[in-house]
């Protein structure tokens, strides 16, 4: 099959209450609208990843942080039905934007051929560019959980050119606003499915039967029925989240344009560059224009940064930008010290576990009367340094050669040693 013909259809193997579908089942049924309206789509299963983030203090002092991020997969027939709608928007969506002019303003969920090190980099580049300049980031609260469902309404009505969403287009757009969903540990504890090997001996996560009188009589479906927010993870919720924020976009754009500026948007992260006598403007029309969208402005998490020449004719900023995970002060990029901070940490018990597993097989091998073993150092160094092929480490040197960075170059330099001494520990 070819993936560029069909770019909707993608086979998923976790489990879930359907059975995975082929594609010509699938094409079936998703190509046809009258199906689709009249569709039953299963509940969502979520569950959440607990994300631990490094800050400073207001003392200056790093301090550890964890927050829950909640993800919703849905099950097979129904992705591929959110996938195949996801493509006719983004068709729609694609045209919009180049009729707009904002190609190149939204830069996240989209098929650019680019990443988030690419994106910052361009924004660093457009702010060396300029010269002097206010440059202010704004991050939204809670995005998708906050999304309002008439709003989204309206802008996928008027993104397809209809005053009312056709039957099957509306059948999407209900699920994924009063959208069900199950607790993905609770579910398997009251299924008796293992956790880290759910698959044993199964195809689905139960049969309709046990759906019926395990999971909907069991009380384990709850229901978005408020009047905001969609799932996060879907294969429609990102493209939804960007065809809600059209107008928006389309408005600051045209402000900053005007200005002489430069607008970026990296899905609830925004960043503009404009003359220094319109920061604060900027900050207030998007205050303005992010309420009429009845969301909300993470005010810890605004910048607001001028960047401007030295005595050197050098640009430089007191305080370095932080965007997309990269801070910036006028010369130089750097990675964010937190971000090197985790990695160290995870490095440390990666190690450690190691080092805890090869002592306890090589216990069992001397009551044995067996030869003992060194420490297995491959799976260490796949993961903890340059000579894996995707870790941490990878990813930063790749930024470091994009953005033609020393400063990064510098920061990874000691990580071999750090690894080597942890392990020679």
Not at 149 to 157: A, G, N, T
């Amino acid at each position: 099959m070819d993936k560029r013909k069909h770019p909707w259809y993608r086979q998923r193997g976790y489990l879930h209450f359907d059975l995975p579908i082929g594609f010509k089942k699938a094409s079936f049924i998703v190509k046809n609208p009258t199906a689709v309206a009249k569709y039953s789509f299963w509940p969502l299963i979520d569950y959440q990843i607990i994300v631990e983030k490094l800050a400073k203090s207001d003392a200056g002092v790093l301090e550890k942080k964890t927050k829950e991020r909640p993800i919703a997969y849905a099950a097979h027939l129904d992705s591929h039905i959110y996938a195949y709608y996801s493509h006719i928007l983004s068709s729609h969506y694609e045209k919009e934007l180049l009729r707009l002019g904002l190609e190149q303003n939204v830069l996240a969920f989209r098929s650019l051929g680019k990443s988030n090190i690419h994106f910052a980099n361009d924004a660093f580049n457009a702010i060396r560019a300029f010269g002097p300049c206010g440059v202010v980031g704004v991050d939204i609260s809670g995005f998708f959980d906050n999304l309002d469902h008439m709003l989204l309404k309206k802008r996928w009505c008027d993104l397809l050119g209809k005053s009312q969403l056709p039957l099957d287009h509306y059948r999407v757009f209900r699920s994924l606003t009063h959208y069900a969903s199950v607790n993905r540990d609770e579910l398997y504890s009251t299924l008796g499915i293992a956790k880290h090997n759910p698959k044993h001996g199964r195809k689905r996560v139960c049969s309709p039967k046990e759906f019926d009188r395990l999971v909907r009589s069991g009380a384990l479906i709850k229901k978005n029925d408020g009047s905001m927010g969609i799932p996060q993870g879907s294969p429609i919720s990102a493209l939804l989240s960007n065809i809600y924020m059209l107008k928006f976009d389309q408005h600051m754009a045209e402000a900053v344009n005007e200005w002489g500026g430069h607008y970026f948007r990296y899905c609830d992260d925004m960043l503009f560059i404009v003359p220094k006598e319109f920061t604060d403007s900027v900050a207030g029309m998007v205050a303005r224009d992010i309420k009429a969208l009845n969301l909300t402005i993470n005010t810890k998490k605004t910048e607001r940064r001028i960047f401007d020449y030295d005595s050197s004719g050098s640009l430089f900023s007191e305080k370095p930008l932080q965007y997309l995970g990269f801070l910036f002060n006028g010369q130089n990029i750097f990675i964010r010290s937190a971000a090197f901070a985790r990695f160290s940490e995870r490095m440390k018990r990666g190690v450690t576990l190691a080092k805890s597993t090869c002592r306890k097989r090589n216990k069992t091998k001397i009551r044995r009367g067996k030869k003992t073993t060194t420490l297995y150092k491959r799976k260490l160094y796949d993961r903890y340094s340059h000579l894996g092929k995707r870790n941490f480490i990878r990813y930063a040197i790749r930024a470091a050669e994009i953005m033609e960075s020393k400063t990064i170059k510098r920061q990874i330099k000691p990580l071999w040693r750090n690894l080597q001494d942890e392990i020679n520990q």
